[in-house]
């Protein structure tokens, strides 16, 4: 993110100069820094201690299916059916991940004889 907003940062300082100095820019951009990365990201830990690392696996696959309903509910954007299909397959192999492992380590637990 760092690198992309370097990039970024003499096109931003070009098309919109001094403005970028203004209070109320330099909050709103302190905002969605706080609120798109910080926030989630310290969420997603507090979630990792306290679910089941299987259960967080499928809560994570779930994802790209949070941010296409968010985008199709508030954006109007549209999926085709390849990219719904893709979601639906991560949210899949995602499950059946998890019931393979846990299948494994029943195997595992049993005794022998």
Known sequence: MAIGAIVALPLGIGDAGAALLSPVTLGLGAAVAVLSSAIPYALELTALRRLAASGF?????????????????????????????????VIVASIGAVRASERAADAAAQPVG
């Open 57 to 89: 696996a499928v809560l994570m696959s779930l994802a790209p299916a949070t941010a296409t309903l968010a985008g199709w509910i508030l954006l109007g954007q549209q999926l085709t059916l390849p990219e719904l299909a893709g979601i639906a397959l």
